[in-house]
C-alpha cells in the first residue's frame, strides 16, 4: 500500500467515491477497518491457547456505527469507554452492555444517573485507584440510596527501574505496587455499595510506544522487553493477592501495540485496543502490528503561491499530547507531499510542497492521515464508509450526534 502505484490507485478510488462531496470530508476504508479489526484478533491468540477477547477502546473511534461494527467481528467483546456520560449513553442507546470507565470519574451528574439505574450499573464498571473517589461517590449519592456500583482497579503498568528515580510510562494510578493494590481492594470490599469486579493496567510505555528503527528503536525494544517482564511479575502478584479476596470478573490490559505479548500474561483475561482499527500515523513503526490505513481526511487546493507549492483550505487538526511534529495531521496521497517548516497544518491555509505539489491544480484533493484515531471524529460531523470505489453509508461521529464528552 505504500507503493507509488498502490497511491495512485488509493487516490483515484478516494477520489471517485466521493467525487459528488465538497472537502473538508472524512472517510473510513472498510476494508481497511476489516482487516485491521482480523489481525488484531490474530494477534490476540498468538500467544496463548484460548483467545482473549479484545475490549473496543471508544475515545479511538469516536463513531458507534464503527463501534458496533468492531463489536460484531469475531474476537471482539465490550467497550472500554473514556467518561462515565459516554458509557452512560452507549449503554442507553444499546450498543452495549458492558462497558468499562477506562478512567475515574468525577462526573456528579453521570454518577447520580447510573446509582439511580439498577440496569445502568449492572452494564457499567467505574474505574478507581484511591478511595477519595470512593469518597466522592458516596457524598454524590449514598449507598443507601444507590443501587451497588461495579468498580475496577487501575494498576499503575509503568516501570520503575530498581534503584532508579525514573518512571517510564504515563502518570496514571497511583496503585503500583501488590500490596497497594490489595489495600485498596480490602478498603472497597469494606464500603457498602461497592463491589469490586476488575483490574485494569495499561502498559502504554509497551503498547503505546513505537519500536522504529536505528539505535533508538534498539533501546526501545530493550526497555520493552525489560518492563514487561517486571509487569508480568508485578501484575502476577497483585492479581494473585485480589483473587485471595474477591472473585475478580476481568483482568484488563494491553493495546494495539502489545496485543499478541500481552495475551501471554497468564494473569490477563482481557485485552483492550482501538487506534489500530483506523491505524493512525502514530502506530506506524511497531514491530508487532502493522495495520493498514483505513481513516483519512481530504482537502481542497485553494491557491498556488509558487510553482512547488499548494495551499489547501484548513488542516490544523493536530493530536493531542507533546507539541511535536509527529503530532500534526500527515499529507498521504497524493505521496511525496509534506507540510512546510513555517506553517506546518493551518487553522485555515495548509500549504504543502515536495515533488507532487507542482502537480496538483486549484479544486484537486489532498488526503491526510490523523495522527492519533479518534481524534479525527472530534473534527468532522460525519464519516463517509468507503467500500471499493463507492460509499456505502454515511454516519455520524459523536460530534455529529451532538456529543462532545471530552
Known sequence: ????????????????????????????????????????ARAATSMTDAPL?????????????????????????????????????????????????????????ALTTLAADADLARAITLMVDDEA????????????????????IDMDAS???LGSPSHIGVRRSPVHKPIDVVRLGKAIAARPGFRLVGVMSYE?????????????ATAVRAMQRRSFAELRRRRGLAIAGLRRLVDLEFVNAGGTGSLALTAGDPSVTELTA???????????????????????????????????IATLHGGGWPASGPGQPSRLPTPW?????????????????????????????????????????????????????????????????YRGEGRAFL
Open 274 to 308: 482501538g487506534s489500530g482499527l483506523l491505524a493512525p500515523t502514530l502506530f506506524d513503526g511497531y514491530d508487532a502490528f502493522t495495520p493498514e490505513p483505513a481513516a483519512a481526511f481530504a482537502l481542497s487546493v485553494v491557491r498556488r503561491p509558487t510553482r512547488d
Open 204 to 216: 502504554a510505555q509497551i503498547a503505546g510506544v513505537q519500536q522504529g528503527h536505528g539505535l533508538a
Open 333 to 397: 496521497l497524493p505521496a511525496g507531499l509534506k507540510l512546510t517548516g513555517i506553517e506546518g497544518a493551518g487553522e485555515v491555509q495548509t500549504p504543502v510542497t515536495g515533488p507532487s505539489a507542482a502537480d496538483l491544480r486549484v479544486g484537486d484533493r489532498v488526503w491526510f492521515r490523523h495522527a492519533k484515531a479518534g481524534e479525527l471524529s472530534e473534527r468532522v460531523n460525519r464519516l463517509h464508509l468507503i467500500n471499493g470505489s463507492r460509499i456505502e453509508a454515511t454516519v455520524p461521529t
Open 1 to 40: 500500500m505504500n507503493g507509488s502505484h498502490d497511491s495512485r490507485a488509493l487516490r483515484v478510488r478516494y477520489d471517485t467515491a466521493t467525487a459528488e462531496l465538497s472537502p473538508p470530508l472524512a472517510i473510513v476504508d472498510l476494508a481497511a477497518f476489516d482487516a485491521n479489526a482480523d489481525a488484531m
Open 53 to 109: 477477547p479484545i475490549r473496543v477502546a471508544s475515545k479511538s473511534v469516536r463513531c458507534r456505527e464503527l463501534i458496533r461494527r468492531a463489536l460484531d467481528h469475531p474476537g471482539f467483546a465490550g467497550v472500554l469507554a473514556f467518561s462515565l456520560a459516554e458509557a452512560v449513553w452507549l449503554v442507553e442507546t444499546g450498543l452495549t452492555d458492558d462497558a468499562v470507565v477506562g478512567y475515574p470519574t468525577a462526573d456528579a451528574a
Open 133 to 152: 473517589q470512593l469518597d466522592l461517590i458516596d457524598r454524590v449519592i449514598s449507598p443507601a440510596d444507590r443501587a451497588q456500583l461495579r468498580l475496577c
Open 159 to 161: 516501570w520503575r527501574p
